[in-house]
Nanobody
């Protein structure tokens, strides 16, 4: 069982930056690939980024955030981060972190078994 708690959301102007954090309970954090997803009002939840549980910490990003967002993890702190720069109004959403139930760099939400409660990110024009 893994419990995830996100933090770091807020209101920011377009072009600004935010860093989201997600801290996990339990001793097995390092064995999970970790992902970030987001859901805007009236839209389906979409994949944002993932970092693997492999030693090379492979990452993969949605095209919409590539070059602006960076996912990283600190296994000693049981925490995964999402650094966001160059934020746009279309990045406005509730952001969720999730722990994958399969190894690698999964992008489908069905491959994630544990979810946080979400943190709101609002980008004003």
């Amino acid at each position: 069982q893994v419990q995830l708690v996100e933090s770091g959301g807020g209101l920011v102007q377009a072009g600004g930056s935010l860093r989201l954090s997600c801290t996990a309970s339990g001793r097995t954090f390092s064995t999970y690939s970790m992902g970030w997803f987001r859901q805007a009002p009236g839209k389906e939840r979409e994949f944002v980024a993932v970092i693997s549980n492999w030693s090379d910490r492979a990452t993969f990003y949605a095209d919409s955030v590539k070059g602006r967002f960076t996912i990283s993890r600190d296994n000693a702190k049981n925490t995964v981060y999402l650094q966001m720069i160059g934020l746009k109004p279309e990045d406005t959403a509730v952001y969720y972190c999730a722990a994958a139930v399969r190894a690698g760099i999964p992008t489908r939400s069905a491959n994630y078994g544990y979810w946080g409660q979400g943190t709101q990110v609002t980008v004003s024009a």
